[in-house]
């Protein structure tokens, strides 16, 4: 078997080693740039993280966890989760951890890929699978004066836990999915909290709840009442794709329930205004919440829409001439998501580095897998992100698909496998052609897309229907490249 290389130990990287160790196969190495698996939910440790995506439907479907505390998992809840994994399936010993990739190179004549560690180490592997995903980069906006700023300054992805906020005047910069966690936490605890929104959000009840002791005894005496209750919920989420694909009498109706959820718990009319999207409903994800809206109505909170002009040594200037003094800035801006695995340099054939040949915008066939890049696979790729259910689906679907391209090159004894550019072209005209009908496509910005409009994060269907593309190894679809041994032979069978 081949020696496989995987990059991260979050939720992709350890659903591969699994499945790597199911299948008997030992000759892999997980390699993890920080001292703890984990990936986003090791990193993402601010007030109020949690899962926007359900808790049963937020594990994997091989270890279906039962006891979940609440409907939405809260962060260290769903790192405790990874780690149990990591210990029951053995994984452990194959990670390597403190070892950041900064590159990788494919040696045609060896079949083997030379990784390049940022302490200047080399590794070899004949596979290498990324596992770095679309979320581990935190994207900080170049304002003007942020160097001159003397107060504190933090992504919420980077929460600085010696920070006490307890009577500063605080402003979060950002009112997407962690703001909208954070900001109910430490609103009771700041003198001042200023939110900046470039942008409202569509936003609907997340009704979470506690799970009582006795459906926890439940869900784990019968296993099949747990994975019935998961598939229910899946499915309650793959019915809400119609609102991606524009269907108007479901857009309708949820951005109807939305604005009504909205203006029940905001009372006054210009806060109602400001908070009211102007784009379709479903254009960036849907947020969920309980208590956001009840914390922008707080005595002590404000709500900027004015964009921000620059920052001075002791607070926020505003384009519309207001200065406002601060102490704490915190950045609730996301991540870097088009660039993918930058900053990793991959070199393939021919010297092709993968930037370079993205620079039109990332793409891959099936998001997994780059013409040029022989045996080198991606999860939680291009264009495999979801607006309305569970990524760890998705993931199941990429790893169940590396899976058959292993078992390719084991039985069928392949220097690698390649896919071709020509089945690499017409799947992504394809699925950018569906993408161009999406709601996505309608609205001006969001982390989906580039700056030139090319949406390179999202899936353009439904969960099943990536899980039908992904279901079976298509071989045509990929040059095959028989080791050295078969080519002589063949070539000493002609002679």
Known sequence: ????????????????????????????????????????WRDNTYPGAACDSPAFAYCYSFEQKTDW?????PQPEILGYMEHCARKYGLLPHIRFGTEIAGARFDPAAGVWRLRTAAGDTIEAEVVVSAVGQLNRPYTPALPGLEQFRGIALHSARWRHDVDL???????????????????????????????????????????????????????????????????LWLTYESRFPVFRQEPLMSRALARVAERSMREQVADPALQRALLPDYPIGGKRILISDDYYQALCRENVEVVTAPI???????????????????????????????FLVPMRIEGLQGRVLEEVWKGGAEAYLGVAVAGFPSFFMLYGPNT?????????????????????????????????DVRPEA????????????????????????????????????????????????????????????????EAAVARVA
């Open 424 to 487: 690499m072209r017409e799947y992504n005209a394809r699925l950018q052609a569906v993408l161009a009908r999406s709601v996505w496509a309608r609205t001006e910005r969001s982390w989906y897309k580039r700056a030139d409009g090319r949406i390179t994060n999202n899936w353009c269907g439904t969960t099943v229907a990536y899980w039908w593309r992904t279901r079976r190894l298509v071989l045509a679809h990929y040059h095959q490249q028989a080791r050295a041994s078969q080519a």
């Open 1 to 40: 078997m081949p020696r496989i290389a995987v990059i991260g130990a979050g939720f992709g990287g350890l659903c591969m080693g699994i499945r790597l160790r199911q299948a008997g196969i030992d000759s892999f190495t997980i390699l993890e740039k920080a001292d703890r698996l984990g990936g986003t």
């Open 309 to 339: 002009e620059r920052l001075t040594e002791g607070g926020i200037v505003t384009a519309d001439g207001r200065t406002t003094p601060v102490d704490v800035v915190i950045f609730a801006t996301g991540f870097e998501t088009t660039s």
């Open 385 to 417: 992100n979801l607006g309305h259910n569970s990524i760890i689906f998705m993931l199941e679907c990429q790893v169940s698909y590396v899976m058959s391209c292993l078992r390719a090159l084991r039985e069928r004894d392949l220097a690698w496998l």
């Open 69 to 73: 505390s609440r409907k939405w998992s």
């Open 166 to 232: 307890a009577g500063k005047r605080v402003a979060v910069i950002g009112n997407a999915a962690s703001a909208i966690q954070f900001i109910p936490q430490i609103a009771p605890q700041v003198k001042r909290l200023l939110v900046f929104q470039r942008s409202a959000n569509w936003m609907i009840p997340k009704n979470d709840r506690v799970y009582g002791e006795d459906e926890k005894r439940r869900f784990a005496r019968f296993p099949l009442l747990a994975r019935l209750y998961r598939w229910w």
